[in-house]
């Protein structure tokens, strides 16, 4: 199975619209402007001056980090994915200028990095553990096919096609080719979907290539440094930097996540496509091991993931320190890719379960709702002060900011919200599953057959959600709907099927969780559970309708008592969102708050809060302060002695004084978009 | 009020003794065989042999940090304070040739430090930001002073007035001189030491010196950097460098404690030194609001200080993390060096309430139990694999080390611990202050008296302490006991006076909390209460008798709400000791562990664990796991999802279940005796 087409999808939902269009009209303006040091105040890009400076267009040097080139390759994947869906012709001809400058910047040999033609032009492919020179050339080939199928146009895919045609004559098995890998890792799914567009066998030979030489020894990342005349040992990090890049052991013997988790998320993925392109069934086992280590022992409940500031990246099983992870935005987003490739290597609900999770909660954050600031490290507990005395500061915080020195997140999220619509459904030739939740109409040709797929509903705001089927004439096929691994406990979905062909509408489950194998309640219905989703396999006409009810009431979830930060916690959730405390609602002081057993929690849909959410509600208590009112305790989580006579002592004789409270949450992805403030997912739990 | 000399006190209590004896027997022993690198297995010292090839004993090279000289410099002054109280010819030999060896290291300027002898011939005084020059040579001034109070031997001390008197030449307003002051505090204590021991004013005034020139503009590292030939600036860190070594300000405007714990407090008590000898108000006024600071803000409940591991260092008010501080133990020994300072300076009660916490809690956590191994940093919650995934993991762990690279915590703790009878009492001619209960008899003089003043009992098994007093004939003076801190919540001390001599025997407290100014329950007795002492000020004769009972029952203690960390959570204390629990008697996972609302404490003295302890059990349960058996329960704290049917879930809608079982704990010195294990200060409270 696989997605479907961008451009085959147009979203409709009332939620996500909002983001698409926020995209298109403020962010990919937002951050062309940021990208040309347009918009003052901000950490300067340079990016596009460096492209234009390598083509010889204008004078200069080249700024920024090594891989500032790749901030340009993802906002020209947005841009695509913006055509994809609705034509701007200023926007694509500002795109194909672009498109032309890079070409000017590339190499006769095709060869193209602004900073190894700029700056440092004789020490191309010498220090692949830190060039990124392969990540860049990842990033420019994605956006170059998602351009391809956007317009059509064949320019910006020649120029990437050249370059990978040059990076497959650098690397590979033979005697005068490096054998080596990419220090950062993209380029693997890259050439996955180069692979996909052309048809060309030898660039998913060169991404199996790559996987399969990664961690073998002698080790690579040694060698090329003797060559360039350094130690072969890896500095002050020591072996771990081998962890750190993934690179310590052959992909198919890695069982555990570690080190940076950008670079290993996209490795997955890209073993998850090699494995789907290839029927490589080694990469596909290691995937489903590295899969249960993220995700079982791993994965904040927002979906964040890499719980180590220090190197970004992954630590052990049920470490998940809420106050300091690195959490970054492109990790979640890589989560989201892998899941979705995951997905396409086995129909099991857990990996759409996962992507949404990531979607909604550890991705979606990284979004201030204005669309022009970011987090790139998403907390789970958030003081402002303490964030901001740290070393990392300008990365982490609890404000976002406009732009980063390293700009990885912000032109990362815009191609990820752009390309929404190529993560609702796959298919194959015999099936079409619903991933994902979100209001559509999409056009897919199921056994040679025309069919339209219309969703419908509000999924955030009640879980009411209609499937329609319309193909051109009837056809058989199976529809498989995900049973959100979020429903559960007693409180599961109500399905129907309704079709106004034959006048039929069967109930198929009852709200009982379902379960595997499971025998429809009405046996006319030719529907199977298994692995999260609901397959209903038979002959589709026009208008044929799945109607969906999905329990939208807030739960209370724990972490597994391993993970010894959320211990005597809770979250709170509501469908697929992860709630917050804030202090704007709040007071300040939020670890001050605990939730009552009984906590009656009431929801509220408020269409003037933050563009329009459900709030939570429930009773709590105010504890160790001794029932303190508001008014006495000061801006909160500050640095006076506040809190009900505590003042000046630090430790003293416990009490049990509370004070009965209302604690009011709201979604996690809209906090921090009411000025600079205290925040928490998990809450103490009586 | 000064306190009395370490030759003064002989020390007979029970607990302490043995850590006497351990210094004596196995410490100082076992740190000249490894500071001699005759001990296999352990990180390399060389610390002897660099003196040895300054001094043209041997030949060879310097090896180790730049201040390894002062790792010999320590372990001489506990030598000193162990000869103070018990001869031994033959250590006294050895230590007579290695100060030898150190006279002949010696330049004929009065210059000393191997490092700059041996591999940095040409660099001395070059860069005191980072060369630990004057570190070394205060700790050897130290050490110096040490051993001349304790053998009358001058050669230690006119080795080391010739080096004061080297820095005096090169440091100073003068034109020729260097407008600078040491990288690492230490220096500033030392010289007030040697002013005391010789007279000689200059040296007072050099410490002063030193505190006054720090923080002035231009700045002195700036200034030496520059010289150099550097860049002024200070590198990545930026102006954090300047806090880091508290150079950021002049030294009477700081009023919070930033930057590196050690060279804080070590400074702090410097300040307070040259402000006990000199009157000088400021000084004395800044340490005031630093001790406010460090104090009420920035300690743990086990006087650990030093939250942040990147600069081993102070942090924000209130931001105490359990499981990442460093909590040096060189800084808490540092911090019980500035609390007796502090208590010089002005009588009252929290100054050794503090000193009393860190020694019993934060510092002697520092040293097993067999002395031959130690915490450089000390955790209020250890997760050993956690621990050991962190990068600093040479000098943070959940089992104690033989040895270090950078050595400073193991002959800190030597030389605290040998020094402890200069703790016990504070003495001017008119008044005799008892700051700690640990039974000793000392001598001292009161308006020229001769008294002797024995204290009896075991502090820390049943809290009953006598202080008899006996003078060769009656005097009149004050005799002011500490009504510690921990007492309180209508636990307070009974406090009775007996006198042979005249036959009175009065009650002076009843076990209510004492206030200050508090009329005496008996009104014959001269009794007032007054910032946590209670004053006797009486005509004293031979054989009368202060006899305390101090309430030893385990109580709950709680963290200022602000202390976002500990909410939700009590840390058992009884007396002065904070208590954990530990892996080996409550099985893994300790924060899935609730405390009872009502725990009924039980607590037992059990002679035969880990030298003799009192333990407390309590009623608690086991929550998050559905109260899983600990057989289910694996190895713990570990990598496998056990827990009741969690298995491999990281989350799941919240249950309540949870199984009563019984928690026993520790006093928290001893942790860490018995394996590599799991512990945990702040508890779960329902």
New interface residues.
């Given amino acids: 199975m696989k997605p479907l087409d961008v451009g085959a999808v147009k979203i409709t939902d009332v939620f996500w619209n909002r983001y698409i269009e926020l995209v298109r009209e403020v962010i990919v303006p937002y951050q062309w402007e940021v990208m040309n040091d347009r918009v003052p105040g901000v950490a300067q890009s340079h990016a596009i001056a460096n492209f234009r400076i390598a083509a010889g267009r204008e004078s200069g040097e080249f700024y920024g980090r090594r891989f500032q080139d790749s901030d340009v390759a993802k906002w020209l994947e947005a841009v695509a994915y913006c055509l994809a869906t609705k034509p701007d012709q200023r926007l694509e001809a500002l795109a194909d200028d672009l498109i032309e400058t890079i070409g000017e910047a590339q190499w006769p040999d095709g060869y193209l990095n602004t900073y190894f033609t700029l700056a440092k032009k004789g020490e191309r492919w010498t220090n692949e553990r830190e060039s990124h020179e392969l990540y860049i050339a990842g990033h420019l080939i994605e956006a170059a096919v998602a351009y391809f199928r956007a317009t059509g146009k064949g320019r910006f895919l020649e120029i990437m096609k050249r370059n990978a045609d040059h990076i497959d004559a650098v690397f590979g098995p033979g005697p005068g080719q490096l054998h080596g890998y990419p220090g950062h890792q993209v380029i693997e799914m890259a050439l996955a979907k180069l692979y996909e567009a052309t048809g060309e066998e030898r660039y998913l030979r060169l991404a199996k290539y790559f996987l399969d030489e990664r961690g073998r020894k002698p080790h690579f990342f040694e060698l090329e440094a003797v060559a360039r005349g350094e130690p072969g040992d890896l500095g002050p990090f020591g072996l771990?930097m081998y962890e750190y890049n993934q690179s310590h052991l052959p992909v198919r013997e890695q069982k555990k996540a570690v080190g940076h988790a950008v670079r290993a998320v996209y490795m997955y993925s890209g073993m998850a496509d090699v494995a789907a392109l290839s029927g490589d069934k080694g990469l596909a086992e290691a995937c489903g091991a590295l899969w249960?280590d993220v995700?079982?022992?791993q994965?904040f409940?927002t979906g964040g993931i890499g719980q180590l500031e220090?190197w970004e990246g992954f630590?052990?099983?049920?470490?998940l320190?809420n106050?300091?992870p690195y959490n970054e935005t492109c990790a979640s987003i890589g989560l989201m890719f892998w899941a979705s490739r995951m997905s396409r290597l086995e129909l099991k609900g857990d990996y759409f379960d996962v992507a949404e999770r990531a979607l909604y909660n550890g991705i979606l954050s990284g979004l201030a709702l204005d669309g022009k600031s970011y987090f790139y490290t998403n907390l789970l507990?958030a003081?402002p002060?303490?964030i901001e005395?740290r070393?990392d500061a300008e990365y982490s915080g609890a404000i976002r900011r406009g732009w980063f020195p390293c700009a990885c997140c912000p032109p990362n999220l815009a191609r990820l919200i752009a390309s929404l619509g190529g993560y609702i459904y796959s298919a194959d030739e015999r099936r079409l599953a619903a991933q994902l939740f979100i209001a559509s109409s999409a056009k897919v040709a199921m056994g040679g057959v025309p069919v339209e797929v219309t969703m419908e509903g509000d999924y955030l705001r009640d879980g009411s959600m209609s499937i329609a089927v319309s193909p051109d004439r009837p056809v058989r096929f199976t529809l498989s709907v995900r049973m959100p691994g979020w429903c559960?406990?007693g409180r599961s979905p109500i399905v129907r099927l309704a079709s106004e062909g034959d006048g039929s509408d069967a109930a198929l489950t009852n709200g009982e969780a379902p379960t595997n194998g499971e025998t429809p309640i009405n046996n006319e219905a030719p529907m199977a559970i298994e692995d999260g989703y609901l397959h209903i396999d038979r002959e589709w006409k026009r208008d044929d309708r799945v109607e969906l009810n999905l329990p939208m009431s807030a739960?209370?979830?724990?972490?597994?008592?391993?993970?010894?930060?959320d211990?005597?916690k809770?979250?709170l959730t509501r469908g697929p969102q992860v709630y917050c405390l804030e202090e704007v609602d709040n007071g300040p002081?939020?670890?001050?708050i605990?939730l009552a057993?009984e906590p009656d929690f009431e929801t509220r849909y408020e269409p003037d809060l933050l563009g329009g959410l459900t709030t939570i509600e429930g009773k709590a208590f105010r504890?160790?302060?001794g029932g303190c009112d508001g008014d006495d305790c000061g801006s909160g989580?500050?640095?006076g002695?506040?809190?009900g006579g505590?003042r000046?002592?630090?430790?003293?004789?416990?009490?049990?004084e509370r004070k009965p409270i209302k604690a009011k949450a709201i979604p996690y992805y809209a906090w921090a978009n009411r000025g600079r403030n205290e925040m928490r997912v998990w809450i103490?739990?009586d």
Avoid: I
């Avoid at 739960?555 to 930060?565: F, G, T």
């Avoid at 002081?589 to 001050?592: E, G, P, Q, V």
């Avoid at 000046?648 to 049990?656: G, H, I, T, V």
């Fill in positions: 771990k249960e995700t079982r022992r994965m409940v220090w630590s052990r099983g049920y470490d320190p106050d300091t507990e003081v002060e303490e005395a070393l559960g406990g739960r209370r979830v724990r972490a597994n008592p391993l993970v010894r930060e211990a005597g809770v979250a002081l939020l670890s001050d605990t057993r504890g160790g302060c989580g500050g640095s002695g506040r809190g505590w000046d002592e630090l430790y003293r004789e416990a009490d049990f103490n739990q």
